[in-house]
């Protein structure tokens, strides 16, 4: 039939006109704005003041150059589904969403293409923002930032502050303020190193003892240094064969002094702790490994990790809150003086080594009037020294959890109300029982980047900053989109999407032949497919359905397009089952589904909410569907859908493809967002299976009758049996033959 004659039918023009309005309409409106019981964000408050909290949280986002393949929504798309599910539900969801911009990679991105490092990143997140917000994700817009925001990491520096200004008290395992170790020494109830009195010692050499106390002390360390790219580098940023995983340049071990933190202070706590939390097992056994406290013959305390080196020579990072006296004595800038703003310069590449063991020149020592700065520290106007090196990418994912609860606060890192309504559980007020109610992200930062933020979440907690002793409640792994990349003859990879296949199976680059490599999609591979493409082919709801469909949502999964059009047919029997094509109107009865038909209903409802909970949206796509093509043949049969059957469709959808449900609720004579909707309940009589009773014989004769699942086949059926309380009494002495069942009529059991 000519498409002029469906003027209506859903395809992916329709989709981008109706994915475009609601995406203008929930921006317009707020709908995802999710207010704080205080601050600045408090307005709206009381409306949602009843409702239990849900903080739903995706891993970070490094901002690429080369914006988003299908392979990184994954996870966005999985805690965008079930932050509207949660919310439709009943609950208050906090969803936000922000950039981990600082740090080496944006830095050599920006020295390649010959930019300014803040051009080409804020170029960048305007890129992904753009993508993203083409995805239809359900964010609380307002809450965005970037570690390079300098009122962020105002925020860092403080944190960073405080690391500085704390102790770690083995008598209590706990940090406390370096103020109260002075105290001890003052008063004599803790002896000085080589035990002379306090007071014996000169100021510089109290100095340097509580100094070398500090959760963030300078050390001489053995270093990853990189003459190439003038930089230290961190042991996850070296490769197999010492050289460095970017611009692949030597690595040379060397003697330099460096800030580091004292992460090993608290092996045990995060070790012992991972008790505390909803984590997959694998992950729980990398960061024991990583730690090995507990490990060793004798059963002692012996970490494997050593303390965190936190100096970077590059300049695209946090500046240290840091100084220097003429002693040469590090001296933390009080708050009123953060942030301690990067300085603007076009001299940001770094300056390679003479050789590997020459002091390295970090950016920040080339900036005229930098190096040396002028105050009044509270002993009248001196000339200090300041830090030249910067803090690594690192530093800012370790608290943004905690910032997105309350972003325009300027007196605090976060307001207490605010956290501690966020990050503890409705109910329960104990510290170990709370944290963010979902995090989801990559496996690669199984170990440190989590290690790295429990640490500072442990510290802050100490110090009574925060409520809870761990950050991140409930974690999960989302898996990778597997796509085929091609090698030429060098055995150097070539973009996929260049790469021509004869009908034969080989695969040629240029007019040369090419070998096919199967592997993770990304940008070192050169086999990514952006979402700009899906988008324009099918819309983003059917790239929504499709990469939740596909699998579990920590499994690795093919990226396969030939089967995103099985997605794409499934939105168009939806639109269907309620819209006519030919007019764009919906066609509805309002008569009263029969029982008939309200019982596959209830039985979807029940389970989709099941799936939902366990985060098995790959299932629930699959009950949808069932549900979905009987409703469309029920309407094609009838002539219209019934509005009980149709609402719920719809509501039940919803998370999934926000778009085309919000047209579909709208079409069915609603006005609102159907976003806070009540999410459908089943009816518990309705939902339960029909269940047979199936007789159970011992060699021919009838002994007694168990029930089981309607439709159950021969397995499922055997297994009630053996498992029924009957049987076990029934045949303790006696030794099975055989078993035959016809499924649904009868089982016998025969034996020796």
């Known amino acids: 039939m000519d498409s002029s004659d469906n003027p209506f039918r859903y395809n992916a023009v329709l989709a981008g006109e109706i994915e475009a309005r609601w995406q203008r309409r929930w921006a317009a409106d707020g709908t995802f704005a999710s207010p704080n019981p205080g601050g600045q964000l408090a307005a709206g408050f009381d409306q949602v003041a009843g409702r239990t909290p849900c903080y739903v949280l995706d891993m970070f986002a490094y901002p690429s150059g080369i914006g988003l393949h299908v392979g990184h929504p994954l996870g966005y798309i999985a805690t965008d589904v079930f932050a509207r599910y949660q919310r439709m539900c009943g609950r208050h969801v906090l969803h936000a969403y922000g950039y981990d911009a600082f740090g080496l990679p944006a830095e050599q991105y920006a020295i390649d293409t010959g930019q300014h490092p803040r051009v080409t990143t804020e170029a960048n997140i305007g890129t992904m923002r753009a993508q993203l917000r083409r995805l239809g994700l359900g964010h609380d817009t307002r809450r ?39 105290a001890e020494f003052e008063s004599g109830q803790r002896v000085a190193p080589g035990g002379k009195g306090w007071p014996e010692l000169s100021a510089a050499q109290q100095r340097r003892i509580v100094d070398s106390r500090r959760l963030a002390y300078l050390s001489d360390e053995p270093v990853n240094w990189c003459p190439a790219l003038g930089t230290v580098l961190a042991h996850e940023e070296v490769t197999a064969d010492g050289r460095s995983a970017v611009g692949n340049h030597p690595v040379y071990r060397r003697q330099m002094q460096q800030w580091m933190l004292r992460i090993t202070a608290y092996a045990d706590r995060l070790s012992d702790d991972l008790d505390l939390v909803d984590w997959p097992d694998s992950v729980k056994r990398m960061q024991r490994h990583w730690i090995g ?40 800038l009080p708050d009123e003086m953060l942030p301690v703003e990067l300085p603007e310069t076009t001299d940001f590449r770094p300056v390679p080594a003479a050789n590997d063991a020459s002091e390295p020149v970090p950016p920040l020592g080339r900036v005229p009037g930098w190096a040396s700065v002028e105050l009044d520290l509270g002993h009248g106007s001196q000339v200090y020294r300041r830090e030249l090196n910067t803090m690594p990418q690192w530093a800012g994912s370790c608290w943004y959890y905690l910032r997105y609860l309350d972003p325009t606060d300027n007196q605090a890192f976060v307001d207490p109300v605010n956290e501690k309504y966020w990050m503890t559980r409705a109910g329960r007020a104990a510290a170990e029982e709370g944290g963010v109610g979902l995090y989801v992200g990559g496996a690669e930062h199984a170990v440190l980047h989590l290690l790295y933020a429990r640490f500072w979440h442990k510290v802050l907690y100490d110090l009574g900053y925060v409520s809870t002793c761990e950050p991140f409640a409930r974690l999960v792994n989302q898996g990778y989109v597997l796509a085929d990349a091609f090698t030429d003859e060098r055995g150097q990879y070539v973009p996929a999407t260049d790469v021509v296949t004869s009908a034969d199976g080989s695969a040629s680059y240029q007019g040369r032949p090419v070998v096919r490599r199967p592997g ?18 099918y819309g983003a709801d059917t790239l929504r359905l499709y990469e939740m469909a596909v699998g579990p949502i920590d499994a690795d999964r093919p990226w396969r397009p030939q089967d995103i059009a099985g997605a794409h047919r499934f939105l168009q029997r939806l639109w269907r089952a309620i819209v006519s094509e030919r007019t764009g109107l919906a066609v509805i009865t309002e008569r009263s589904p029969d029982a008939a038909t309200l019982r596959p209903l209830h039985r979807t409802i029940a389970a989709v909410r099941e799936d939902f909970d366990r985060l098995a949206f ?3 796509i699959a009950r949808l569907t069932e549900l979905t093509t009987a409703s469309a043949r029920a309407a094609a049969r009838d002539g219209a859908l019934p509005r009980g059957i149709a609402e719920p469709l719809v509501l039940m959808v919803a998370p999934l493809v926000p778009h085309i449900a919000e047209e579909l609720w709208q079409l069915l004579g609603h006005a609102g967002t159907l976003a806070y909707e009540g999410f459908p309940v089943a009816d518990p009589e309705l939902a339960r299976e029909p269940i047979a009773r199936i007789p159970v014989q011992v060699n021919g004769k009838t002994r007694f009758v168990v029930e089981v699942r309607s439709g159950a086949d021969s397995e499922e059926t055997k297994r009630t ?29 025969l034996t020796r």
């Open 144 to 182: 965005e930032f970037a570690t390079t925001d300098p009122q962020y990491y105002r925020w860092t520096q403080w944190i960073f502050g405080r690391i500085f200004d704390s102790w770690f008290d083995e008598r209590t395992g706990r940090a406390r303020p370096v103020a109260e170790l002075i």
């Open 293 to 332: 406290a507990g490990d060793g013959d004798d059963g002692g305390r012996s970490p494997r990790m050593r303390d965190w080196l936190f100096s970077r020579q590059r300049y695209w990072g946090e500046p240290f809150p840091i100084v220097y006296d003429s002693a040469g004595l590090p001296i933390l």
């Open 520 to 537: 993770k999609m990304g940008k070192s591979l050169k086999n990514g497919v952006s979402p700009d493409e899906i988008y324009r082919q």
């Open 618 to 620: 790959n299932t629930a």
């Open 721 to 749: 049996v053996f498992a029924d309380p009957q049987f076990a009494r029934l045949m303790p002495e006696l030794e099975i033959e055989r078993t035959i069942v016809v499924a649904g009529r009868i089982v016998n059991v």
